[in-house]
């Protein structure tokens, strides 16, 4: 019983890191972009207020 849970528990540790490893690029890809997107937002929003105060 003990031998059947350490080889489903090893099964599945090693399927998740195999899966991590296979979508690395992917997550870090992902991550990134969102990286971009919110120094754009923040940037853009930025502009938007030295706009506003330079007009008053």
Same mark, same amino acid.
């Given at each position: 019983? #003990?031998?059947?849970? #350490?080889?489903?528990? $090893?099964?599945? =540790? $090693?399927? /998740?890191? =195999? #899966? %991590?490893?296979? #979508? $690395?690029?992917?997550?870090? +890809?992902?991550? /990134?972009?969102?990286? +971009?997107? &919110? %120094?754009?937002?923040?940037?853009? &929003?930025?502009?938007?207020?030295?706009?506003? %105060?330079? /007009?008053?």
């Amino acid at each position: 019983m #003990l031998q059947a849970i #350490l080889v489903w528990t $090893g099964a599945v =540790l $090693g399927f /998740s890191v =195999l #899966l %991590l490893m296979a #979508l $690395g690029p992917i997550i870090v +890809e992902a991550d /990134s972009w969102w990286y +971009e997107r &919110k %120094l754009r937002r923040h940037a853009r &929003k930025a502009q938007q207020r030295r706009r506003e %105060l330079a /007009s008053v």
